[in-house]
């Protein structure tokens, strides 16, 4: 089959290159010249002198016509001199082969239905006028002087095995130009189709970046100008006003706080978009957990003190997973601070890992308040937002949604388990991949 798809691709020519009524021009003149090549000896075998040479003619000027259109080019010549040569040549039948007791009529209705098939729809209205005109005229002229005609049947045989074959030839042209036709419609509909679905998909993709934008203009008009109005709050007080050591270390203090929220809320912030900005940018290799975690609550151990909260490690030195080490550090960080975060006082916060089954469960366990369940369901999207910890800590609502992101990049999963009141564990899945392994690997 798909042989056979190639040579006729080859015959009327590649899809990209042609048009469309060009190629149904190669197509039909590709039948027209079987039909011929069969209708040369069968003429020649029923002694219809007058027609099987007017056959051979019409075949040498088919084989001309095919290849001015498809390997010239002119695909408009040869149309106007097929159409030409088509009247001239059923009006000189008409009359050397019985007229209307010949094969003629139907070979107008032939002739009608190939120009139909091949030409342009505003050229349409001419052939039906003139194969409307043309047959009347032959058949008026016939009534007036029937001498004109000429019997080319030798027999009653003859004739009805010419009739026959005819009728047989038109209706199985008939059949192949309408299903040819129905297929060009057929493929224009499914193209205009995938058209549509795709626009539909583009505006889908607009109106979730549109989306985006807007909460990425939320962000920076409200949750990010708040906490930047804070520390120039707390710089003009310890600039402008007399304060005691006391008073000053509580300010730095509070200051020192609110430039780390903010720096991590930053980084949160262009770290997603630039993912929405230009995509994966993933670059995978060996990790070693272990070394991150320390990094990370290193980095989170001054927040925690402020709190008296307890950092706990409970991470294998041994354990190395397949991940993008500055994705990963992002995600472990946000899941640290937003345990700390919203765990009170004196509370406790444990990371630990699971390794089963070539895969590394990394969890962040804290003592807090919990998350309600009926919050559970938007934790992971935009619709989340912005919300306050124990010590009213201000955060934008993003951090889990970028998280989120991230470990779909890694090819991990990110969820949580929360009971109200007690504490939230939220679970991280990734690789685990050998420690010896060199080279970055392919996202």
């Avoid at 199985?172 to 539909?200: G, P, Q, S, V």
């Avoid at 490690?313 to 975060?341: F, Q």
């Avoid at 919990?370 to 124990?390: A, C, P, R, V």
Wanted: glycine share 4%; net charge neutral.
């Amino acid at each position: 089959m798909a042989r056979l798809t190639n040579l006729w691709e080859k015959l009327v020519g590649d899809p990209a290159a042609f048009s469309l009524e060009n190629r149904a021009f190669n197509s039909i003149s590709v039948i027209t010249l079987a039909l011929l090549t069969v209708l040369l000896p069968f003429n020649m075998w029923l002694g219809l002198t007058a027609v099987w040479i007017i056959v051979l003619v019409l075949l040498i000027l088919q084989v001309f016509f095919f290849w001015l259109s498809r390997f010239k080019g002119i695909y408009n010549v040869s149309m106007l001199a097929y159409v030409i040569v088509s009247y001239i040549t059923l009006t000189a039948t008409y009359y050397l082969n019985s007229g209307s007791h010949g094969p003629v009529l139907l070979l107008f209705f032939l002739t009608f239905n190939l120009l139909i098939a091949f030409s342009p729809r505003n050229r349409h209205w001419i052939w039906a006028s003139l194969h409307l005109l043309l047959p009347i005229t032959l058949l008026t002229m016939e009534y007036l002087h029937p001498s004109w005609i000429a019997d080319s049947y030798q027999s009653a045989q003859n004739r009805y095995i010419d009739l026959a074959s005819s009728y047989f030839v038109t209706l199985t042209c008939t059949f192949l130009i309408t299903n040819y036709l129905r297929n060009n419609y057929n493929r224009e509909k499914k193209k205009a189709e995938d058209r549509a679905d795709k626009i539909d998909i583009q505006n889908a993709n607009l109106e979730q970046l549109n989306q985006k934008k807007d909460k990425l203009f939320s962000i920076i008009a409200h949750d990010l100008q708040s906490p930047l109005n804070s520390i120039i709050t707390t710089l003009h007080l310890i600039a402008e006003y007399e304060l005691s050591e006391e008073e000053r270390k509580m300010l730095g203090d509070e200051l020192l706080t609110m430039t780390k929220n903010t720096s991590n809320m930053l980084t949160n912030l262009l770290t997603w978009s630039k993912m929405q900005m230009d995509g994966r940018g993933v670059r995978l290799s060996p990790v070693h957990v272990y070394e991150v975690v320390q990094r990370v609550l290193g980095i989170q151990q001054i927040l925690a003190d402020k709190k008296s909260v307890t950092l706990t490690s409970k991470i294998d030195p041994a354990v190395y997973v397949t991940a993008d080490h500055n994705m990963l550090e992002l995600i472990i960080r946000n899941l640290v601070n937003n345990a700390i975060k919203f765990t009170p006082n004196n509370g406790q916060v444990t990371i630990s890992l699971l390794v089963k089954d070539g895969i590394c469960q990394l969890m962040v366990t804290d003592n807090g308040i919990g998350i309600e369940s009926s919050h559970k369901e938007e934790i992971f999207s935009l619709k989340t937002q912005s919300t306050f910890g124990t010590n009213n800590e201000k955060g934008i609502g993003l951090g889990l949604v970028l998280c989120k992101e991230l470990q779909s990049l890694q090819h991990g999963e990110l969820w949580f388990e929360s009971v109200p009141g007690k504490g939230t564990t939220f679970y991280a899945t990734i690789p685990v991949a050998d420690p010896a392994a060199d080279g970055r690997i392919s996202a």
